[in-house]
T-cell receptor, first 115, second 113 residues
Framework: EPEVTQTPSHQVTQMGQEVILRCVPISNHLYFYWYRQILGQKVEFLVSFYNNEISEKSEIFDDQFSVERPDGSNFTLKIRSTKLEDSAMYFC?????????????FGPGTRLTVL | KQEVTQIPAALSVPEGENLVLNCSFTDSAIYNLQWFRQDPGKGLTSLLLIQSSQREQTSGRLNASLDKSSGRSTLYIAASQPGDSATYLCAVGSSSNTGKLIFGQGTTLQVKP
């Protein structure tokens, strides 16, 4: 069964460093998302991406964040200068088409630890 | 702004018991609702999806209901087993054109043998 994959599973970085989190969505899906979950808190929407552009972003998704689909298969989240509060689990998700009967599929997540 | 709340935050039951998890949302203009399972430190596994036009969905021992007008959904788990121990998340498909999900904080279930 097709699945969303994410790499790395765990990333440790120093504050102020840039990190890139990678995702491979399901191949025939058109809508892509990043969510994050700070330990003990809700899963929060960060950004949605469709047709090679951001379709919606949350207040959390400030200028430190960017997304890209560089080669038609990978979907990346870049954090330019990491802060301690960026430590969280980051989930990528994909969606075949915008329809009420389609479910979002989530990857296993990347645990980001900022020291 | 859509808010999703899940009650209770935690639940402990003996094996074999039937149980109900609750989810409420503030804006009834949703297009679907998904229930997920999350094991500690792991990703999200989709359990059930209910379209906004549906009242319930069933998968094995799980049954999810949706009452859009009152802003409520329930997840019913029949004959609970220790392997059902996990956090259960409710997520509402927003009415935007982007398909984003708004999550509740989850109910952590422990089923004791």
């Amino acid at each position: 069964e097709p699945e969303v994959t994410q790499t790395p599973s765990h990333q440790v970085t120093q504050m102020g460093q840039e990190v890139i989190l990678r995702c491979v969505p399901i191949s025939n899906h058109l809508y892509f998302y990043w969510y994050r979950q700070i330990l003990g808190q809700k899963v929060e929407f960060l950004v949605s991406f469709y047709n090679n552009e951001i379709s919606e972003k949350s207040e959390i998704f400030d200028d430190q964040f960017s997304v890209e689909r560089p080669d038609g298969s990978n979907f990346t989240l870049k954090i330019r200068s990491t802060k301690l509060e960026d430590s969280a689990m980051y989930f990528c998700a994909s969606f075949k088409e915008l329809s009420s009967y389609n479910e979002q599929f989530f990857g296993p997540g990347t645990r980001l630890t900022v020291l | 702004k859509q808010e999703v709340t899940q009650i209770p935050a935690a639940l402990s039951v003996p094996e074999g018991e039937n149980l109900v998890l609750n989810c409420s949302f503030t804006d009834s203009a949703i297009y679907n609702l998904q229930w997920f399972r999350q094991d500690p430190g792991k990703g999200l596994t989709s359990l059930l999806l209910i379209q906004s036009s549906q009242r319930e969905q069933t998968s094995g021992r799980l049954n999810a209901s949706l009452d859009k007008s009152s802003g409520r959904s329930t997840l019913y788990i029949a004959a609970s087993q220790p392997g059902d121990s996990a956090t259960y998340l409710c997520a509402v498909g927003s009415s935007s054109n982007t398909g984003k999900l708004i999550f509740g904080q989850g109910t952590t279930l422990q089923v004791k043998p």
